[in-house]
């Protein structure tokens, strides 16, 4: 399996950073995508330190690295803090730029600016030729942040033709349909196995498996039965028994399907 978006520099692993990734091996994870966006814009480079510091370790999963600026943080984008994230996505083990999008729940930053970031951001990525990972969280029962998203992709990014993931998918079907249409692969994470969370999971039986991605989004929304918890990429494993109660197929084929589409995504080994 592979774990395509956990918090692996999170102080919250300080204490057993090193156990944890034992026990993710241990559990079958054989690659993690750590998010790199710190605490904002200051802290972004502790993902690539985490996969250079574990680089040759066979005990843990092999870790890659993204960067980019959260939209909860897009206020403390300035130039200096873009210029970084261009370094940055030029580095070996890089893959990705992300999590970048538009949080409208929260709105830690004001809504003109997450959209001014988050175009920035995808221009960065492009001039990089590197994928985007996609945080998108509406306001309280509507889709405006997702049409707004999709808006700016289908404007700014679906002519770059390197597609990307939306992370922790929370959408509708359409939401999930229209992204695939630009190239990109649609993630699930342990909020699947939730017992409100059927809406969610009728669109997960619309999404072909050759699309899927699985996550944790560690250290956060730990699954059943461990919701509540401090999450850690191990617990993937709820993720995948849910797409194969879902779709109907056995484990380990949704384990195989979602690790092929990872590798094939990011051409890595």
């Known amino acids: 399996m592979i774990d395509s978006h956990a918090h692996l520099d999170s102080e919250r692993y ?3 950073r090193d156990a944890m990734l034992e026990r993710a091996y241990s559990a079958g994870v054989r690659g993690i995508l750590s998010i790199g966006i710190g605490d904002g814009p200051a802290t972004m480079h502790r993902a690539l330190d985490l996969t250079r510091a574990y680089a040759g370790r066979e005990d843990v999963p092999k870790i890659y690295a993204t960067a980019g600026v959260h939209p909860h943080e897009a206020r403390l984008a300035d130039e ?3 210029e970084k994230l261009d370094g940055l996505l030029a580095e070996d083990g890089v893959l990705a730029c992300g999590e970048i999008g538009l949080d ?8 003109d600016v997450q959209r001014t970031v988050f175009g920035r951001q995808m221009a960065i990525a492009a001039g990089q030729r590197k994928p985007i990972v996609i945080h998108c969280r509406p306001s309280d029962h509507s889709s405006d942040a997702w049409d707004e998203t ?3 992709l289908d404007r700014d990014w679906k002519g770059t ?3 990307g993931i939306l992370h922790c998918f929370t959408g ?4 999930a349909r229209r992204a695939m249409d630009m190239g990109f692969l649609i993630s699930f994470a342990g909020n699947v196995t939730f017992p409100k969370a059927q809406a969610l999971r009728d669109v997960m039986a619309e999404v072909p498996l050759e699309r899927m991605l699985i996550e944790t989004d560690a250290p956060f929304l730990a699954p059943v039965p ?3 918890k401090r999450n850690e990429p191990a617990w993937v494993t709820r993720v995948v028994e849910t797409i194969a109660e879902v779709k109907g197929v056995e484990a380990q084929e949704a384990a195989l399907h979602t690790t092929e589409n990872f590798v094939r995504f990011f051409g890595v080994v």
């Open 14 to 16: 300080d204490g057993d």
């Open 80 to 82: 200096a803090a873009l």
């Open 104 to 111: 409208y729940f929260y709105e830690h930053s004001e809504r």
């Open 150 to 152: 999709l808006e700016m």
């Open 161 to 163: 033709g390197l597609g």
């Open 172 to 175: 509708e079907w359409d939401h």
């Open 226 to 228: 461990n919701r509540g």
